[in-house]
Structures are given as C-alpha cells and as structure tokens.
C-alpha cells in the first residue's frame, strides 16, 4: 500500500529556478528516502534522512523532515535540464526489522531551458 | 561496476503464457525486490525477499511467483494467472542482514507488455 504521498503531481520551471516538492505519510517510520527516475529508466537513490534528523544537504539538494507532521520536502537549487525527472518520496515502516519501502507516486518536474 | 542487470528491457506476453523476467545484482547484497510500475504511478511491491530461499508476498502478487535459489539472482514469472501484466516491472537490491536505513539499488527494469 503507498504510505507517502507527493505534492504537487507535476511541476515546470525554468532553468536556474528552485524547485520544491512535499511528501506526506501516514504511520510512525525509520527513515524517509528520496529517488529520482529519468524517464524509461530505474530510480537512483538521492538522499535518505532519518527520523531522528531534521534537515540532509546533498549537493544541490536539501532535504527536511517534520515528524510531528509527517512530512518532508525535497528542494533543488539552480536547475539544470539534467533534473528533469520524477521524484519519489519513499517511507518504511517505523518500529519494524522489515526492508520493504512504499512508495508515493511520484512528483514529476520539467526545467525549461 | 556492480550493480543490478535486468532482463531482457522488453518483453511480449501471449494470451496463457508465463514469463520469466531476470534479475542479476553483484552487489553482495541479501534482501531483493519486484516493483510493478504503470504509467503516471508509484511502485507497487510484488515479492521481496530478505535472504536465500526465503521471499514474502508484497501488496500485489497475486499471479507472479519467484525463487531464491541464489543470492545473487531473483527472478519473477509472470504466469497466465496474472490478467494485467503490461507495466514497468524494476527489480532493486539493499544490503539487508539485519541493517535498516539503506537504500534500495534499482536496475533499468523490464517492459512487458500483452500480444
């Protein structure tokens, strides 16, 4: 069952620009992650944050997490083309041994050149 | 370079045939995972597995099975049973062993879609 939930579905911006996407989910967890997917590809793990952590920066990206919310965002700065992808947000299951991650449906994101 | 091969990328099915879908890592990972992708969609989880012969059911497997003979190999059929298979199918590995808080590898996945 999908326990995270991106917002907005779809989002176009301009080269250079930031751009912001939110995660909600529903139960206690470990750890959030975030993945990108370029288009007919796999995903590629960006950046896990755990739920003892507040904020993450990778390069270009930034990560927060409000647990008394149950939400996180993901920033990118400066776009670039390359960035033109899906983004998922990923939740296990707090409290569990258990590997498995749910997915969101993703945000997809187009920087115009 | 490690990593995870799957295959092949595109797959035909025919009306009452199963199908196998590869998956490969060299990674040394234990746990290993099928995603089911559509269009515009999540990943829907179809089998993991934790360790060598042993995998659970995820939240959709009716009318896939797997195996676990190897560590290094996880491969999905898709049998006659499964009524809507064209999809995006991605298999991913983590190092499991007991360590939560690691991500997930993704291979390139498989198209498969209905003749």
């Known amino acids: 069952s999908q326990q995270g939930e991106e917002d907005p579905q779809a989002l176009s911006i301009q080269e250079g620009e930031n751009a912001t996407m939110n995660c909600s989910y529903k139960?206690?967890?470990?750890?959030l992650q975030w993945y990108r997917q370029n288009s007919g590809r796999g995903l590629v793990h960006l950046i896990l944050?755990?739920?003892?952590?507040r904020e993450k920066h990778s390069g270009r990206l930034r990560v927060t997490l409000d647990t008394s919310k149950k939400s996180s965002s993901l920033l990118i700065t400066a776009s670039r083309a390359a960035d033109t992808a899906s983004y998922f947000c990923?939740?296990?299951?707090?409290?569990?041994?258990?590997?498995?991650?749910?997915f969101g449906a993703g945000t997809t994101v187009t920087v115009r050149a | 370079d490690g990593g995870i091969t799957q295959s092949p990328k595109y797959l035909f099915r025919k009306e009452g045939q199963n199908v196998t879908l590869s998956c490969e890592q060299n990674?040394?990972?234990?746990?290993m995972y099928w995603y089911r992708q559509d269009p515009g969609q999540g990943l829907r989880l179809i089998y993991y597995?934790?360790?060598?012969?042993?995998?659970q059911k995820g939240d959709i497997a009716e009318g896939y099975s797997v195996s676990r003979e190897k560590k290094e190999s996880f491969p999905l059929t898709v049998t006659s049973a499964q009524k809507n298979p064209t999809a995006f199918y991605l298999c991913?590995?983590?190092?499991?062993?007991?360590?939560?808080?690691?991500?997930?590898?993704f291979g390139d996945g498989t198209r498969l879609s209905i003749l």
């Open positions: 944050i755990r739920s003892n952590e």
């Open positions: 990674l040394n990972h234990d746990a």
């Open positions: 991913a590995s983590s190092i499991g062993a007991g360590r939560i808080n690691q991500p997930q590898h």
């Open positions: 139960t206690s967890i470990n750890n």
């Open positions: 990923a939740t296990d299951a707090g409290g569990s041994n258990d590997y498995k991650l749910s």
């Open positions: 597995s934790q360790i060598v012969n042993d995998f």
